[in-house]
């Protein structure tokens, strides 16, 4: 048996259409456009949700090392392992140098932030980071000068540089405007 093609419409229409009043079909309108908005502003605040926590999910990763001393300890001490020729200078107690500590903080710093860098990140470090600054370090003019591999500081105490206070109108604010 086959229908005829009114039997399936889906779009009946009604045999006459009401009048429609202006004002109801104006706020009618209203209505939607307001709907909307807030349709907007809730998927705006849920896609606002969603990188919020997305922000937080994507924790800070944690230091490899949590401390200087376990940096030089348990990695550039092995790591850097070679002799020291007798030009060169190295001081067990190393901690006792404020350079060294700088330097030594710098490295592991860099160390810290490259290590998580795919490809060159440990390249770089040991290029650009590790030789530069243990050279200067092993130097035997570097901030270990006076120690031994066995002795801090055998032939006395480095001075800090020498240091002039600058005049005062020097370092004016009004002079760098």
Known sequence: MTLPDTEWDDDPQP?????VDPAMLAAARQALRELQAEQLEDEAAAAGDALEAEASAAVEPRLYFEKLPD????FLTKAYSRDIPAKATWCTQWWKHPEAVLRLSAL???WEALRLEPGTGMSLWWRDHADP?????????????????????QNGKLEPLPWDT??????DPLTYS
């Open 166 to 171: 600058p005049p005062p109108e020097l370092y």
């Open 108 to 110: 592991w710093r860099a």
């Open 15 to 19: 045999a006459t259409a009401a009048p």
């Open 71 to 74: 940096f030089v300890d348990q």
């Open 133 to 153: 600054h243990m050279a200067r370090l092993l130097d035997t003019n570097g901030p270990f000068k006076g120690c031994t591999r066995d002795q801090h500081q």
